[in-house]
């Protein structure tokens, strides 16, 4: 039993050590990687990984959104109007349009809250298409069809892409610990028992629909905090970028890299858009190579690629009991 208690002490007090370890080698990879080109990948990896986990953070209160990209659009969007049309700092409209955002996905959660597995798939998903019109219908205010262009930037007169490097590290970082302290507080264990069973769980005094509207608030904030830093980043928007199929990217990258733990999605996210830019040729191809990678992972890693060492260690356990009992006999 000690050495049980040893173990699990030593794997605590380790654990620390890793993500530190991890945060400066990501910390240093500018003086790497000079490119401009490869730094704007990591931005950009850096800001789905947040989107991606605060998509996850709904999924565990028993609700699939298939708006989520839709609400990443919808910070974007008012966080560069109120920049562009009414002259706010974007250090103002970042953090005010992830409050809005946030706002309206409780407004919307509210009625939502009362429908569950499929029904509650297809009601977001409509709703995520009528955030995509809206902004379509908005004429000159969002660029309509064309886009909207000439956002200001969130380090004007900064040529390098370094400081933004930093920057959405920072935020990612952040946002990470503050999601997973939800999870991993009385809050997300309400949240996992509403998954498993709402009966169970309105019956010891858990209150389904209010927990389900806070998931959606949580995370919708953290999705338009992202999609308010990346209008400031990339001064350019298009409703393609928030589309249906935005949505179903984040759930490849949860889906992929695990949805029952809580590095699944940063890993997911990290595999999906880092690991294609080494075959740019056959990027044309990648739809096909993610379906195949997702059909691998759902047949043979179903707990994803965060459980793959876990399997293999399964694996050799198993092989290592059938030679023991074939010695034996």
Known sequence: MDSRFAIKDRKALLRPGVYVGLAVIVALLPL????????????????????????RTIVISGQFPLAHAAFMGLGAYLSAMGAKWLGMSPWLTVPLSALVTASIGMLIGYPFSRLRALYYAMGSLFFGIGIIQVIYAGGSWTG??????GIPALLPGIGSKVPYYYFFLGLALVSIVALYRIEFSRIGTN????SQSHVVASSVGISEGGYRILAVGVGCFFVGLAGAGYAHYNMVLSCSSFNFMATLWLVMYVLIGGVNSFGGPIVGTIILIIIPEYFRDLKMYSPFVTAVILGIVVYLMPQGLVGLPRLVRSKLTERRKIKKVSHAS
């Open 144 to 149: 309509g069809y064309s886009g909207l262009t």
């Open 191 to 194: 949240l996992k028992a509403i």
């Open 32 to 55: 790497l990687f000079s490119s401009p080109y490869v730094l704007h990948i990591l931005i950009l990896t850096f800001i789905y990984t947040i989107a991606a986990v605060s998509f």
